[in-house]
């Protein structure tokens, strides 16, 4: 069967209607307000889930007694469905979703407040200088899309007293880290990889490619081949993480609750 519900004051879906692709579900309440954002690899697939009969939790129980309709949002990658949960969950401030941060803490991607700053995983957010992408609803997901990122945009991870000893560490050589430990990157460079991740999370990656692209191109025709080869390899980090999330977007999705 397709048409499913949970009880005689829920409202009914038809699953058939739901595609199979990755994206955002949101949960309307009275008068088509949003009150809860979820993202997932395969949206037939979660919403499913929401109406079984498996059990669920307090909040989702209520969540769904009051719920009146279901709309999707389908992306090209399950990572652009992560962005657009964020963004979402943002702009609108679902009921649900807020208890959920309220009582149990959702986890953010933190960019520090620090001449280098870095990118780093929170549950925090008491840092008023510090600038907070979020809130995410899966910690795992957004701990792997955080590491992915740092190939992308190699910011530095080390401490303070790290970067004030000056020693190139194992990151740079790696070119997972531009080096503003020793000055070999300058800070108005440095300065441009943030406002870069600021972007990402933004969802704006097209332009980020084109930049890359041009950045790479521009440097060959300097025959600065070693500075091609960084562009060039960022370019191809970000475009793994991309081609890396279509190739996993079918099959079971992650329980949200």
Request: hydrophobic share 35%.
């Amino acid at each position: 069967f397709n048409a499913v519900y949970l009880d005689r004051n829920m409202f009914e879906i038809n699953l058939s209607d739901i595609p199979t692709s990755p994206g955002v579900y949101l949960f309307l309440g009275p008068r088509e307000r949003i009150i809860y954002v979820g993202k997932a690899k395969n949206l037939r697939n979660r919403l499913a889930s929401y109406f079984n009969a498996s059990i669920k939790t307090i909040k989702t129980e209520r969540m769904l007694a009051v719920a009146k309709n279901v709309r999707t949002i389908v992306t090209s990658t399950e990572v652009e469905a992560f962005l657009l949960e964020m963004n979402l969950i943002k702009t609108e401030q679902p009921k649900y979703n807020i208890l959920l941060k309220d009582s149990k803490g959702y986890p953010y991607a933190k960019l520090t407040n620090e001449e280098y700053p870095r990118l780093i995983y929170t549950r925090k957010t008491d840092d008023k200088n510090a600038v907070y992408f979020g809130p995410f609803v899966n910690a795992g997901a957004l701990k792997e899309i955080i590491d992915y990122m740092r190939d992308i945009f190699p910011l530095r991870t080390c401490t303070n007293t790290q970067l004030k000893q000056g020693r190139i560490c194992l990151k740079y050589q790696i070119k997972k880290c531009v080096g503003p430990c020793e000055q070999c990157v300058s800070k108005k460079e440095y300065d441009i990889i943030v406002e870069e991740i600021k972007r990402f999370f933004k969802g704006d990656t097209e332009q980020i490619r084109a930049q890359l692209k041009k950045k790479m191109e521009e440097a060959a025709e300097k025959m600065d081949y070693e500075g091609a080869a960084f562009y060039r390899d960022r370019l191809k980090a970000i475009n793994a993480l991309f081609s890396k999330q279509q190739a996993i977007n079918t099959g079971e999705t992650r329980n949200l609750d």
